[in-house]
């Protein structure tokens, strides 16, 4: 279960819970004011099984089938 408006840097930068993860959270807002969309933001429509209050949810095998991977930094 995914809130909607964690794609945004505004979210993210709001986020107690979320800021706590330095300098990843800071990382996270740069690459999305650059343009770069979080990948599991692309396939949130294709996926979503239930929507209500501004969250999804998408099902673990729908996320492997579309190929979303976890970037490391590495």
Same mark, same amino acid.
């Given at each position: 279960?995914?809130?909607? *408006? *964690?794609?945004? =840097? /505004?979210?993210? *930068?709001?986020?107690?819970?979320?800021?706590?993860?330095?300098?990843? *959270?800071?990382? !996270?807002?740069?690459?999305?004011?650059?343009?770069?969309? =979080? !990948?599991?933001? &692309?396939? +949130? /429509?294709?996926?979503?099984?239930? +929507?209500? &209050?501004? #969250?999804?949810? #998408? =099902?673990?095998?729908?996320?492997? &089938?579309?190929?979303?991977?976890?970037?490391?930094? /590495?």
């Amino acid at each position: 279960m995914l809130n909607q *408006a *964690a794609f945004t =840097p /505004e979210y993210i *930068a709001s986020d107690r819970w979320i800021q706590q993860y330095q300098p990843v *959270a800071t990382q !996270a807002i740069t690459q999305m004011q650059q343009g770069n969309v =979080p !990948a599991l933001s &692309k396939i +949130t /429509e294709d996926c979503s099984v239930f +929507t209500t &209050k501004g #969250l999804v949810v #998408l =099902p673990a095998d729908c996320i492997t &089938k579309k190929g979303v991977r976890c970037q490391t930094g /590495e």
